[in-house]
């Protein structure tokens, strides 16, 4: 009977394993944009992977790697990811719904390093679009 119970347990894990991941596939790719900020504009991409890394370009010198995850985003709790990246002095969040051909920015939050309040970043131009490349 244990070894029954260990083998169903077992099976149950591999099962989720198996369908969260698949839902990974429907993020995963290459997205580009343009965030209108208070320092001027930048042309942005983020790449998300279907084992959870993240990348981000256009914001530091160099391509930052990072991690996502799905999450519920915005007021209305839409199903979408939060991408989350560490840069030399503080951490950035991205807050993403999935739309057709790409995702819709709806927050991005900055905590400094040693800091516990996150703050959200005040865009220029509200929920911009970044296209699936």
């Not at 042309?43 to 010198?61: C, M, P, Q, R, V």
């Not at 999935?98 to 703050?119: A, C, F, H, P, Q």
């Amino acid at each position: 009977m244990k070894m029954k119970n260990r083998l169903l347990f077992f099976g149950l894990a591999a099962l989720t394993l198996i369908f969260s991941c698949a839902d990974n596939k429907k993020y995963a790719g290459m997205y580009s944009g343009v965030l209108v900020m208070e320092d001027g504009t930048h042309d942005i991409g983020i790449t998300l992977t279907e084992s959870g890394t993240a990348k981000l370009s256009g914001f530091h010198e160099t391509e930052i790697q990072g991690d996502w995850e799905k999450e519920k985003v915005g007021e209305s709790k839409d199903e979408g990811v939060w991408a989350s990246f560490d840069f030399p002095n503080y951490r950035m969040r991205f807050e993403l719904s999935l739309e057709d051909n790409g995702l819709r920015v709806i927050r991005i939050s900055l905590r400094m390093k040693g800091k516990t309040v996150l703050r959200t970043l005040k865009l220029q131009k509200a929920n911009p679009f970044l296209t699936r490349q």
